[in-house]
């Protein structure tokens, strides 16, 4: 496969895990089916609109011509055991504290889903809360060496914009639910509370 189809399907399917399941038409594609830049028409409502925007190449970034998606068995991905333990022992427990400020704060949170069934009142700073603190790895990070230059453009009073290149590392220090990986719930290097 060449470079250019691998970066489109990667780029498709970067887009397809940063878009709501809900926003996509019911969408059956038989295993085996292969979608190229010749039919992809046909499974329009499979993809979401960036992605067709992608497909549709009349912007910047688009699919190259040769992209073949090969559709393959459905497959459900499950939240690890540990999570799903952690909301349950814990996400009754989770509330939020209004502050003077107008801002919010988490009370009795741990670890796992703060809030696993949002309801009234604030439903939405809960469900806020749990996109902020969703399942996600203890450390991860992006280094120039591994083929991505993470890249933080700053502006000057002018209008001049100048490039920084990273290299990054984020560790969570607390609220871990990996518990049967040796993390501890909270880092006990961590500064601060």
Same mark, same amino acid.
């Not at 670890?111 to 603190?133: C, H, M, Q, R």
């Not at 639910?177 to 880092?187: F, H, L, M, R, T």
């Given at each position: #496969? ?27 594609v038989?295993?085996? +089916? %292969? ?7 046909q499974?329009? &409502?499979?993809? !979401? ?8 190449? &009349?912007?910047?970034?688009? #699919? ?9 068995? /459905? ?6 055991k540990?999570?799903? &333990?952690?909301? /349950?022992?814990?996400?009754?427990q989770?509330? *939020? %504290? ?11 949170? %741990?670890?796992? *889903? $703060?809030?696993?069934? $949002?309801?009234? $009142? &604030? ?7 749990? %996109?902020?603190?969703? =399942? ?7 280094? !120039?060496? =591994?083929?991505? +230059?993470?890249? *933080? ?5 002018f209008?001049?914009?100048?490039p920084?290149?990273?290299?990054? +590392?984020?560790?969570? !220090? ?10 501890p ?9």
């Amino acid at each position: #496969m060449a470079s250019s189809t691998r970066l489109g399907l990667l780029l498709a399917i970067c887009l397809g895990f940063l878009a709501p399941a809900a926003a996509l038409a019911d969408c059956s594609v038989k295993p085996g +089916t %292969v979608i190229t830049k010749q039919n992809w028409t046909q499974y329009k &409502d499979c993809f !979401t609109y960036g992605e067709q925007r992608f497909w549709q190449g &009349d912007l910047f970034w688009k #699919m190259p011509e040769d992209v073949e998606i090969h559709v393959g068995q /459905e497959h459900r991905w499950t939240l690890p055991k540990p999570y799903v &333990d952690a909301t /349950e022992k814990y996400g009754g427990q989770t509330r *939020l %504290v209004k502050q003077p400020d107008g801002l919010y704060r988490l009370e009795n949170y %741990v670890a796992g *889903l $703060p809030f696993p069934n $949002p309801s009234e $009142p &604030d439903k939405g700073t809960k469900i806020a809360a749990n %996109v902020t603190y969703k =399942m996600q790895g203890y450390q991860w990070g992006q280094f !120039t060496d =591994m083929g991505y +230059t993470p890249t *933080l453009f700053t502006r000057d009073r002018f209008g001049n914009s100048a490039p920084s290149f990273l290299d990054w +590392t984020y560790i969570q !220090t607390a609220y871990n639910w990996e518990s049967d990986q040796g993390i501890p719930a909270v880092n006990p290097q961590q500064l601060g509370e």
